[in-house]
C-alpha cells in the first residue's frame, strides 16, 4: 500500500518505481469560531487526476478516502480549495484527510511490477498477479489480470484541529467591566438589558475566543486516557506504554479500539470473547469460529509434530515468521527491515557544534544525546547499507522539554523536519519517506533550526533508524532462484520445534511443569526437569519431537509430572544474580524481581527492582493463579443473572439452553423455550465438552512404571475444570473415540486412532456429524428397534469368566427421535449377532435386556437415579468382582456424583466382552 509522510507518496501500488506528487500541501484546519473550522488547500501539483474528496475523521487522519464523513467532492472544472466545517461537537479533535482519484500508470516493460500493482495497457485496466518485470498485460494470464477499476484514491494532504466549546468568555468579560465603560453612547437611560454595546462585545470576543480555546484544551487534558477524545498522538503513546503490536491498523478508529480493549482483551486472553473481541478491534468485523478440542496453557501448547506446510503461493503476502513449501525445502518469511542503533554509529563523524554528542541510557532506551547544543549546532552519523533497493525510512527520536526543532538530511539532501518538544521525556516514531539507496556508506547529518516556544534548549536525541525495503513487511517474492529471495526467505533445515518449553522465572522449570514425589508430596528441586529436541517416535506412531525429560532420583519410587506447578521460592542470596519474576524469601517475607537483581539489592531497601509478593513461600501444591498469568483458560459460560449488566455478544447459559446477548440489558430473562427474543438470540443446548488426554512414554516407546502425568484444565476464574491423569502404573488399557470425522456410518471403522479395535453396528446405521456419533434405527413393523454400535476391547477380550475390570464413559448430546426409545451404555454382550442379553445403563437407570418370544424384556437393576439430561456424562465401572457403579458428571464444575453401586449375585450376568452403544425401542 502507499507509504505516506503526510503529502508525498511512493508508487509500489501503481507499478512503476518513480515517484508521483499529488500533493496538495499546505492543508491548514484553524477553528475560526465556536465549534466551527476552516479549511484551505493548495493546487495540486499534477493535474491528471479526476476527482478531489475532502474526508472528515473524529479519530484520526482517515486511512483511505471512505475512511470518515466526506464532506465534498469537486472535479477540475467546479475545483475549490477552501470548506467551512460547522455544527461540530465541541471539545472534540478532527482530522482531515483530501483524497484525490488518479488514474493507473500506463505499463512500462522496464519497471518491476508486484502482485496488486495496477497499469493500463492499451485503453485497458490490469492488476498484477505475481511478481515480474517486462510481461505484457493481456499476454500472461498468470502475470495479469484485468480490472474493471480504472482510478484509485491517493492521499493528498491532511490537517487536524480542535472543535472549541463556547466557554462565553466574551460574554463572561463584557459584564465583568463596570457599566460605564460599556454602555453604548447612544444609551440614554443607563439601563442596560442584554449587550448594548456590540462593538465592544465584538472587540471582547477576540479575546474571549482565545480563552474559550485555552479551557477546551484544559478540559480536554482531563480527559487524556479517553480514547474516545484524546489525540491520536496519545492514543500511539498509549499503544507503546501497553506494548501492543505494530503495525496498528490503518484506520484510526481501529487503533483507538485496540488500545481501549487492550486490558479487557489481555484479561480475556484465549477465551472465545478474548479472541473475538481482538478480531473486532483489529479488523472491524465480528467473527465467527470453532472452539478447538484442547486449550491448554499456552506455552505448553504441542505443535503438530507433522505439519502440512503450504505451497508458496504468488499471490499470498506472507509475514515474517511464517512456513511455506517450495521445490521440497521449507522456508522461513524474514524481516529484511535493518534497525541501526544509532549509538552503536558513535563517534560522530563530523561535529558542528560546542556542545557534545554522546550516547545515553534512561528507561526510555538508548540514543545519541546531543548536549548543550545551539540554534544551528549539528552532527553527523555515517553508517553502511549492504542491498542496492529502495526503503522505507523511519526513526525513533526522543522527544524531551528542552529538545530542539531538528532537520535530518540523507547524503546532505533534508528529508525531515521534526519538532522534538514535549512536556516529559519520552519517544516518537517519524516517517522519513521512501527513498532509493545504494549500497554501501550514506551519512545522517541532524541540525537544531529553531525550537518550540515552550523547549528551553536545543538538544537532540536519535535513538534508532529503520531501512525497510518496500513491501518485505510481507514476502513477495518466490523462497528461491530470485535475486532477492534471500532478503525475504531463509531455508529451515529441520523441522520447526512444537513444544515451546521456555524456563519459568516463578517456577524455575520448564513454563509451568513441576515434579512431585508422591509418597511425601515434596517437590523435586528445579532443574530435575529437563527438554529434550529430536526425539524420534517409535514406529507405527506420532508425537511431539520435544519432549520433557527427567531422571527419576530414587529407584523404586512413584512421582507425578504436573502441568501446574506452585511457585518457587528460595532464600535470598546476595551472591546470586535475580531475574525478573523470580520470587525469594528475605527477613519472613516473601519478594518478587521486578528487574534484574545484581549483588548488594536487598529485598525491601532496593524498591526498584523488589516489591512483596503474595506468594506463600514453600507452597507444594498447584498454584492456580499461573493459569491467569501464563495460561490460556478454557471459557465457561455462566448462568444468567438478573444483577449483572450483558454486553452485546456476552453468552448465558438458562434452563437447558444457551443464548447469546444482542442487545444490552440487565435483568431481562432469556426465553424459557429454544427461540430467540428482542434481547437475547438463542445458542443451542447448555452443553460443554472438554476432551482431555494425557500420555506417559519413554523415549523407546515403552510405558515408564512410577510415574503418572498430570494435566489440569482451569477456566477464566482459575478453577479447576478437569484433572486428567495419564498413570504408567495402570495396567489397564485406554480406547477412547471422540467422533471427531464426519462419516455417513462407523461400521467396520477405526475406534479412534487405535488400528486394532473397530465398530460393529446392528440394527441400522450410526452415523457422524457435528462431533457425535448418532443411531438411526431400522424399526420393524410394530415400530420397534434394537440397533448398537460395538467394539471388543483388546484388554478385555480374553475375559470368559467377567474378572476383568473396566471403565466405560459416554455424554448424552440429544434425546432419540422416539420419545418411547431408549439409549446408553450397553456392555456385557458375548454375541453381538444375536443380542439375546446384554446390560444397558439408560438415561433413567439400569437394565438387563433379554429377547424373549421376539420381545426384548427390561428387567431394571437397583434402583432408579435422577434422569440424566443432554450433556452429562455416564460412567460405567465394574471391578470385576461383580460389583458395577454409575456415576454422573456435570457441567456444574465438573463434579461427578455416584448414582449407583450394584452388585449381582450371579456371575453369569457379568460376562460378554463387547461395549458400545444402544438405542432400543421395546
Not at 423455550?673 to 438463542?682: E, L, M, R
Request: net charge neutral; aromatic share 10%.
Amino acid at each position: 500500500m502507499a507509504q505516506y509522510g503526510l503529502d508525498f507518496y511512493a508508487l509500489s501500488r501503481y507499478g512503476a518505481d518513480v515517484r508521483v506528487e499529488y500533493s496538495v500541501e499546505p492543508v491548514t484546519a484553524v477553528p475560526t469560531d465556536s465549534c466551527t473550522i476552516q479549511l484551505t488547500w493548495s493546487p495540486s501539483k499534477e493535474d491528471n487526476w479526476v476527482r478531489l474528496r475532502l474526508v472528515r475523521s473524529p479519530h484520526g487522519v482517515p486511512g483511505d478516502a471512505d475512511d470518515g464523513d466526506v464532506l465534498m467532492e469537486s472535479d477540475h472544472q467546479g475545483l475549490v480549495a477552501t470548506y467551512l466545517d460547522t455544527n461540530l461537537v465541541p471539545g472534540r479533535y478532527y482530522y482531515y484527510a483530501v483524497y484525490v482519484s488518479a488514474p493507473f500508470l500506463a505499463w512500462s516493460s522496464a519497471s518491476t511490477y508486484q502482485p496488486g500493482d495496477c497499469v493500463t495497457y492499451n485503453g485497458v485496466s490490469y492488476i498484477c498477479q505475481v511478481t515480474h518485470n517486462g510481461v505484457i498485460p493481456g499476454g500472461a494470464a498468470s502475470a495479469w489480470s484485468v480490472t474493471t477499476t480504472a482510478t484509485t484514491w491517493v492521499r493528498a494532504g491532511s490537517a487536524a484541529s480542535m472543535s472549541v466549546a463556547d466557554h462565553r468568555y466574551a460574554e463572561r468579560m463584557y459584564h465583568l467591566l463596570p457599566p460605564a465603560y460599556r454602555t453604548a453612547a447612544e444609551e440614554i437611560t443607563g439601563l442596560e438589558e442584554g449587550i448594548s454595546n456590540q462593538t465592544l462585545a465584538k472587540y471582547l470576543s477576540l479575546q474571549g475566543f482565545e480563552f474559550d480555546v485555552m479551557k477546551t484544551e484544559l478540559d480536554n487534558m482531563a480527559r487524556l486516557r479517553d480514547q474516545q477524545r484524546s489525540t491520536i498522538t496519545q492514543t500511539e503513546r498509549a499503544a507503546d506504554t501497553l506494548g501492543l503490536e505494530r503495525p496498528l491498523s490503518n484506520r484510526a478508529v481501529l487503533r483507538r479500539r485496540r488500545v481501549d480493549n487492550s486490558t479487557l482483551t489481555n484479561r480475556r486472553k484465549g477465551s472465545e470473547d478474548g479472541l473475538r473481541q481482538l478480531i473486532r478491534d483489529m479488523t472491524g468485523w465480528d467473527a465467527e469460529f470453532n472452539r478447538t478440542p484442547n486449550l491448554l496453557i499456552d506455552q505448553d501448547q504441542s505443535g503438530i509434530w507433522h505439519p502440512v506446510y503450504q505451497d508458496w503461493k504468488a499471490g499470498i503476502r506472507y509475514a515474517a515468521g511464517e512456513y511455506v513449501l517450495y521445490g521440497g525445502q521449507i522456508y522461513r518469511a524474514k524481516s529484511a527491515a535493518k534497525v541501526i542503533s544509532a549509538p552503536s554509529l558513535l563517534p560522530a563523524t563530523a561535529i558542528q557544534s560546542q556542545g557534545q554528542v554522546m550516547a545515553q541510557t534512561d528507561k526510555i532506551g538508548s540514543r545519541v544525546f546531543a548536549k548543550d547544543f545551539r540554534d544551528g549546532d549539528s552532527f553527523t552519523l555515517t553508517f553502511t547499507l549492504d542491498t542496492t533497493a529502495t526503503y522505507d525510512v523511519a526513526a525513533l527520536y526522543t522527544t524531551s522539554y528542552d529538545y530542539s526543532i531538528m532537520t535530518t538530511a540523507l547524503d546532505g539532501q533534508p528529508i525531515n523536519t521534526f519538532d522534538g518538544y514535549f512536556r516529559t521525556v519520552a519517544s516518537a516514531t517519524v516517517n522519513l519517506g521512501r527513498l532509493s539507496l545504494t549500497a554501501g556508506q550514506h551519512t545522517l547529518t541532524y541540525t537544531s533550526r529553531g525550537k518550540n516556544a515552550a523547549s528551553g534548549g536545543w538538544q537532540m536525541g536519535v535513538n534508532t533508524v529503520t531501512f525497510t525495503p518496500i513491501d518485505s513487511r510481507s514476502a513477495p517474492v518466490a523462497p528461491a532462484g530470485q535475486p532477492d529471495s534471500n532478503l525475504f526467505w531463509e531455508p529451515v533445515t529441520s523441522t520447526p520445534r512444537d513444544w515451546s518449553l521456555q524456563p519459568n522465572t516463578v517456577t524455575l522449570d520448564p513454563s509451568t511443569w513441576w515434579l512431585r514425589k508422591d509418597g511425601a508430596a515434596a517437590r523435586m528441586p528445579p532443574g530435575t526437569l529437563g527438554i529434550q529436541s529430536g526425539m524420534t517416535p517409535v514406529s507405527g506412531s506420532q508425537y511431539a519431537g520435544t519432549s520433557l525429560t527427567f531422571t527419576t532420583p530414587t529407584a523404586g519410587e512413584s512421582y507425578t509430572l504436573s502441568s501446574i506447578s506452585p511457585a518457587q521460592t528460595r532464600a535470598w542470596d546476595p551472591t546470586v544474580t535475580y531475574r525478573v519474576g523470580n520470587l525469594v524469601t528475605y527477613t519472613n517475607r516473601t519478594w518478587e524481581a521486578t528487574a534484574t537483581a545484581g549483588s548488594g539489592q536487598v529485598p525491601g531497601k532496593s524498591k526498584d527492582v523488589w516489591r512483596p509478593s503474595l506468594v506463600t513461600a514453600g507452597q507444594v501444591t498447584p498454584d492456580a493463579s499461573l493459569v491467569t498469568s501464563y495460561g490460556v483458560p478454557i471459557p465457561r459460560v455462566y448462568t444468567w443473572t438478573p444483577d449483572r449488566t450483558y454486553a452485546r455478544h456476552d453468552v448465558v447459559a438458562y434452563g437447558r439452553y444457551r443464548f447469546e446477548a444482542v442487545t444490552p440489558s440487565q435483568g431481562i430473562r432469556p426465553p424459557a423455550t429454544p427461540q430467540d427474543s428482542a434481547v437475547w438470540s438463542f445458542a443451542g443446548g447448555d452443553v460443554e465438552m472438554l476432551t482431555a488426554s494425557a500420555h506417559a512414554r519413554l523415549s523407546n516407546g515403552t510405558k515408564i512404571p512410577n510415574l503418572a502425568c498430570e494435566i489440569a484444565w482451569y477456566d477464566d476464574s482459575a478453577a479447576l475444570m478437569a484433572n486428567i491423569d495419564s498413570s504408567g502404573r495402570s495396567s489397564a488399557g485406554v480406547l477412547y473415540d471422540r467422533f471427531d470425522v464426519n462419516r455417513d456410518d462407523l461400521k467396520a471403522t477405526s475406534v479412534g486412532a487405535t488400528d486394532t479395535e473397530t465398530w460393529t453396528t446392528t440394527g441400522g446405521r450410526w452415523p457422524v456429524t457435528g462431533g457425535a456419533a448418532h443411531a438411526e434405527g431400522s424399526a420393524a413393523p410394530g415400530g420397534t428397534y434394537l440397533t448398537t454400535l460395538l467394539t471388543r476391547p483388546s484388554a478385555i477380550s480374553s475375559d470368559t469368566t467377567g474378572s476383568k475390570p473396566f471403565t466405560l464413559s459416554a455424554t448424552f448430546l440429544s434425546r432419540p427421535a422416539d420419545p418411547l426409545a431408549m439409549q446408553g451404555i450397553a456392555f456385557f454382550i458375548t454375541d453381538p449377532a444375536s443380542l439375546k442379553v446384554f446390560t444397558l445403563a439408560a438415561r433413567d437407570g439400569l437394565y438387563r435386556i433379554s429377547l424373549s418370544g421376539g420381545l426384548y424384556q427390561a428387567v431394571r437393576m437397583g434402583a432408579a437415579w435422577t434422569e440424566f439430561q443432554d450433556g452429562e456424562r455416564l460412567t460405567v465401572s465394574y471391578n470385576g468382582a461383580r460389583t458395577i457403579s454409575v456415576k454422573k458428571s456435570t457441567g456444574s464444575r465438573y463434579g461427578v456424583t455416584e448414582v449407583l453401586r450394584f452388585t449381582n449375585s450371579s456371575d453369569t450376568d457379568m460376562v460378554g466382552t463387547y461395549v458400545g452403544l444402544a438405542e432400543i425401542k421395546r
